[in-house]
């Protein structure tokens, strides 16, 4: 690894040898060294999960000039404490969760793996992006998202962020895209969420994860959800600092004998 050169740490929830995050490591190439600590297979969902009953492995796949992948057998966010304390030789300049197999917008924030990797980057202080396509297509084209990818990853390594605050972007499902639109974080939740089926040896249901996100706001044109449905590529900032601050201030007047 060149200490000259950025350092970014990858890591995603869809496996090391998916193609999002491998596309990924294409497009940044060029402009820094590479560390890439993912899982070892699908850990979609997986949020800010930590693995605290069994050990943890780290593993090297393969040592390019400029690249070094490993994968891990922990979550997303294990990933990202794991590389920082073993395999890093410093700080990273940048931490990227992606190029994710879905859409992280909207709620599916709180539920992502991806957007795992990027909470714990963020928590550890370091500047952190998340990159989605909004197809789960395992060999989707990645291609029309690598000028957006380049220039967002250099305007954050040139301008930094600020501290607790990280960034979603997601790109809708059919290029060409229209442009780049900031929005906020969509109001809506998913319904509907469970497919049953028999159990073939009896004994009850079998449940499989499904659902219908409904949008609760359809009309806005701020959130997340207009900029992809309009064929926009949605940039939404994202703060680790959770407290409700207009209801922190409306609390203090409540009475407690």
């Not at 407290?243 to 203090?252: H, N």
Request: overall charge negative; proline content about 8%; charged content about 20%.
């Amino acid at each position: 690894m060149d200490s000259q050169r950025p350092l970014i740490l990858i890591s995603n929830d869809d496996g090391h040898l998916a193609k999002g995050i491998n596309e990924l490591v294409s497009f940044l190439r060029p402009m820094a060294d590479i560390i890439v600590v993912a899982p070892d297979g699908p850990r979609s969902g997986m949020a800010c999960a930590i693995t605290s009953q069994l050990p943890v492995t780290v593993t090297p796949v393969s040592q390019t000039e400029g690249v070094a992948i490993y994968k891990c057998s922990g979550t997303p966010t294990d990933c990202i404490k794991l590389a920082l304390e073993t395999v890093v030789p410093r700080k990273p300049d940048l931490v990227i969760g992606g190029i994710n197999h879905g859409d992280n917008s909207a709620v599916n924030v709180h539920y992502s793996g991806t957007m795992g990797v990027v909470l714990e980057g963020c928590m550890k202080g370091i500047p952190s992006i998340g990159f989605s396509v909004c197809d789960h297509d395992p060999d989707l084209d990645f291609t029309p998202t690598c000028p957006y990818v380049q220039q967002i990853v250099a305007k954050v390594l040139e301008k930094g962020l600020p501290e607790g605050s990280c960034l979603n972007v997601n790109f809708p499902q059919y290029a060409p895209y229209k442009g780049v639109k900031t929005g906020r974080q969509t109001r809506g939740r998913w319904g509907n969420e469970w497919a049953s089926l028999p159990h073939p040896r009896g004994g009850g249901n079998l449940y499989w994860l499904t659902g219908n996100f409904a949008n609760h706001e359809p009309e806005a044109t701020d959130t997340d959800r207009f900029a992809i449905d309009n064929g926009y590529i949605s940039i939404t900032p994202i703060q680790i600092d959770m407290t409700d601050y207009i209801l922190l201030e409306a609390i203090k007047e409540w009475e407690f004998k």
